[in-house]
């Protein structure tokens, strides 16, 4: 905690300038301004300041938090999920967020970390081959039922 108190009015522009910055969720807010020791009454006055002045908004943070994992990261819906429930976001927004995903480049972003992985992967028998991959895209989040998909797609093109 800091010795020095903010005042609201600073701490406003302190959190706008964190929130212009890029999209932040309600809990990473809360977490700055606790750490920047603004408390109780004051902390809930810039929240819904930052909310009503649109520097803060859940569904927006839900739907670029989503784009950015599943395009740049690669991730899958299973663990897009539980990062965005560890944020306390709520069920509507996290619903948003997930329509972002374009089922096609989801699958193909899929089909594409599959192919690279199989290149490294060393297996004996075609089924720990498979066993491998699964495991590998289930720890990015991918469902059963689209790995599976995928990895036969890849064994029929080979």
Known sequence: MKDKYLNKEDALV??????AYQDRC???VRTKLLD????????EW???????EKFLDET???ASYVRGKYRIKKWGRIKITIELKKRKISPYCLKKGLEEIDEEEYLDNLKTLLEKKKRT???KTEWEMRRKLTRFAQTKGYEYENISQCI???ESEE
């Open 14 to 19: 302190k959190l706008q300038k964190y929130c």
């Open 26 to 28: 309600h809990q990473e």
């Open 36 to 43: 920047l020791g603004v408390r109780g009454y004051d902390l």
């Open 46 to 52: 810039v929240i819904a300041e930052l909310i009503q």
């Open 60 to 62: 927006r943070f839900a």
């Open 121 to 123: 992967i060393k297996a």
């Open 152 to 154: 036969k797609l890849i």
